[in-house]
């Protein structure tokens, strides 16, 4: 079960310690070139409450890796022993050289710290759909469905399951001439009754909303892609994922909420099905400054073609891609550098030297 969903236990670095609301700091010791060296939560945190000490050192990895350049936490203190076997059970923590180590693409897919329940291993069962056979959908998710701390916003950004609830401000949003204009779905308040009940009814879509410090500000489809429209225009994987968007709130625009809330979603969705390999999308050809985005965060373009409707570019997210780039930290690129700390060069190091 997930140990940390309290906005409270919020951890940051300073210089060389990671300060962690009012329980005692964590010492850090930085060799260079992204290795750090973390201390352990003190054994009183320990023996009172190993939940809440687990949780105080996965808000600590998150703060060390979730903003800026390649990281690796060293766990070599033995006051770390009594968190080992079940850091390394779920590959929060790797062996590298047999000591044991956070790495972000490792850690950022362990969706203890950001998911308020662990994503169950629902069965593959197969079934005909409209574009050949998808699996069976697992029930829909309801409530809260991810939280996390964005440090250059200094705030929360999360996603709930949006319900008949959220009526008023979707018609709102839709209602907006600026959001109309991509959207194509203004109408009366009945009309997008209807079409919430449908979407909420629909086992092959998700409607979420997207909150700020518990300000709503978006509204994302998200969507099984094999039983999607989208699944007539490429062989997709069973369990590869697409979405729409719509930023209903003005103000909340611009790079820095985009490098926030376009991470943070595609987060959540490789994290509520660990089977998902790939997030599609399928954004007019024509909207270049929404193509730009999709590059800055890791969509590749792979062609164009047409709906009815429209003239579509087909992008992609891959897994792997998301998670050894560390998308969501808004890390420097097109340096043309190999990585320092990917496993894979760790793992063989020496090997050919």
């Given at each position: 079960?997930?140990?940390?969903?309290?906005?409270n236990l919020l951890?940051r670095r300073?210089?060389?310690?990671?300060?962690?609301g009012?329980?005692a700091?964590l010492?850090?010791t930085d060799?260079?070139?992204g290795?750090?060296?973390l201390s352990?939560?003190?054994?009183?945190?320990t023996?009172?409450?190993p939940?809440?000490?687990?949780?105080?050192?996965?808000a600590a990895?998150?703060?060390?890796?979730?903003?800026?350049?390649?990281t690796?936490i060293?766990l070599?203190?033995p006051?770390?022993?009594?968190?080992?076997?079940?850091l390394?059970a779920?590959?929060?923590?790797i062996l590298?050289?047999g000591?044991?180590?956070?790495?972000?693409a490792?850690?950022?897919?362990?969706?203890?710290?950001?998911?308020?329940?662990?994503?169950m291993?629902?069965p593959?069962?197969?079934?005909s759909g409209?574009?050949?056979?998808?699996?069976?959908?697992?029930?829909q998710p309801?409530?809260?469905l991810?939280r996390?701390?964005i440090p250059?916003?200094?705030?929360w950004?999360s996603?709930?399951?949006m319900?008949?609830n959220?009526?008023p401000?979707?018609?709102?949003w839709?209602n907006?001439p600026r959001?109309?204009?991509?959207?194509?779905?203004?109408?009366s308040?009945?009309?997008?009754?209807?079409?919430?009940?449908?979407?909420?009814a629909?086992?092959?879509?998700l409607?979420?909303?997207g909150?700020?410090?518990?300000?709503?500000f978006?509204?994302?489809e998200?969507?099984?892609?094999?039983e999607?429209r989208?699944g007539?225009?490429?062989?997709a994987?069973?369990w590869?994922?697409?979405?729409?968007v719509l930023?209903?709130?003005?103000d909340i625009r611009g790079?820095?909420?985009?490098t926030?809330?376009?991470?943070?979603l595609?987060h959540?969705?490789?994290?509520?099905e660990?089977r998902?390999q790939?997030?599609?999308?399928?954004?007019k050809?024509s909207?270049?400054k929404?193509?730009k985005n999709?590059?800055q965060?890791?969509f590749a373009?792979?062609?164009e073609?047409?709906?009815?409707?429209?003239?579509?570019s087909?992008?992609?997210?891959?897994?792997q891609?998301?998670?050894?780039?560390?998308?969501?930290?808004r890390?420097?690129?097109?340096?043309?550098k190999p990585?320092?700390?990917s496993?894979?060069?760790?793992?063989?190091k020496g090997?050919?030297?």
């Amino acid at each position: 079960m997930p140990l940390d969903m309290t906005p409270n236990l919020l951890a940051r670095r300073q210089g060389n310690q990671v300060v962690i609301g009012h329980h005692a700091p964590l010492d850090l010791t930085d060799s260079g070139d992204g290795w750090l060296t973390l201390s352990a939560p003190q054994v009183a945190d320990t023996e009172a409450d190993p939940d809440l000490a687990m949780a105080i050192a996965l808000a600590a990895f998150e703060a060390l890796t979730n903003h800026g350049g390649e990281t690796a936490i060293r766990l070599t203190a033995p006051e770390w022993r009594p968190f080992l076997p079940a850091l390394l059970a779920k590959g929060t923590a790797i062996l590298i050289d047999g000591l044991p180590t956070v790495l972000p693409a490792a850690l950022w897919q362990v969706p203890d710290r950001w998911l308020p329940s662990m994503p169950m291993p629902y069965p593959t069962i197969w079934r005909s759909g409209p574009h050949g056979r998808h699996p069976l959908r697992p029930p829909q998710p309801e409530g809260v469905l991810y939280r996390r701390y964005i440090p250059w916003l200094d705030g929360w950004f999360s996603l709930r399951a949006m319900t008949m609830n959220d009526l008023p401000t979707f018609h709102r949003w839709q209602n907006d001439p600026r959001v109309a204009e991509f959207f194509e779905e203004s109408g009366s308040l009945d009309a997008h009754r209807a079409y919430l009940s449908r979407l909420i009814a629909d086992p092959h879509i998700l409607p979420v909303i997207g909150s700020l410090n518990d300000r709503d500000f978006a509204y994302f489809e998200l969507y099984w892609a094999r039983e999607n429209r989208l699944g007539a225009q490429y062989d997709a994987g069973p369990w590869d994922r697409g979405w729409h968007v719509l930023i209903g709130e003005e103000d909340i625009r611009g790079a820095d909420y985009v490098t926030a809330w376009m991470p943070s979603l595609m987060h959540y969705m490789f994290l509520a099905e660990p089977r998902t390999q790939s997030i599609m999308g399928e954004p007019k050809a024509s909207h270049v400054k929404q193509l730009k985005n999709l590059s800055q965060c890791g969509f590749a373009h792979l062609r164009e073609f047409d709906f009815a409707h429209k003239r579509a570019s087909l992008v992609r997210l891959e897994r792997q891609h998301f998670f050894e780039t560390r998308i969501w930290a808004r890390p420097e690129t097109g340096s043309g550098k190999p990585l320092n700390l990917s496993l894979n060069r760790l793992l063989t190091k020496g090997e050919s030297e």
